[in-house]
Nanobody
Framework: QVQLVESGGGTVQAGGSLTLSCEFSGFQTDDYVIAWFRQAPGKEREGLGCLASKPSKSQTTFIAEFVKGRVTFTENLAKNPVILRMSPMNSGDTATYYC??????????????????WGKGSLVTVTS
């Protein structure tokens, strides 16, 4: 069984940086995708991007347009845990952040309908 566990959440100062980790285990194949999502209070869950264990058209990471330039991921899933870094943080980034396994890599990995397994989430609160 696949298991994913987020850690590193808590309070982050506006203008500062966020670092989250996702420990994963239990994949039955060497071809898999790990995705990051977040959900702010009163809003829909948003896909941030994903990482693939094997290249797709020479790419191993895919990042949503709305966070491009602020978010980076571990680019090689040979390293565990996966690391998400986000900077600079602002008040709109307050949310629960999730890692998950996805059936797809690329734009579809931003869609929660294609998630196979969820982590339990890590709350991030941005303060001024």
């Amino acid at each position: 069984q696949v298991q994913l566990v987020e850690s590193g959440g808590g309070t982050v100062q506006a203008g500062g940086s966020l670092t989250l980790s996702c420990e994963f285990s239990g994949f039955q194949t060497d071809d898999y995708v790990i995705a990051w999502f977040r959900q702010a209070p009163g809003k829909e869950r948003e896909g941030l991007g994903c990482l693939a264990s094997k290249p797709s058209k020479s790419q191993t990471t895919f990042i949503a347009e709305f966070v491009k330039g602020r978010v980076t991921f571990t680019e090689n899933l040979a390293k565990n845990p996966v690391i998400l870094r986000m900077s600079p943080m602002n008040s709109g980034d307050t949310a629960t952040y999730y890692c998950a396994s996805s059936f797809y890599f690329g734009r579809r990995c931003l869609d929660q309908r294609y998630v196979a397994k969820w982590g339990k989430g890590s709350l991030v609160t941005v303060t001024s």
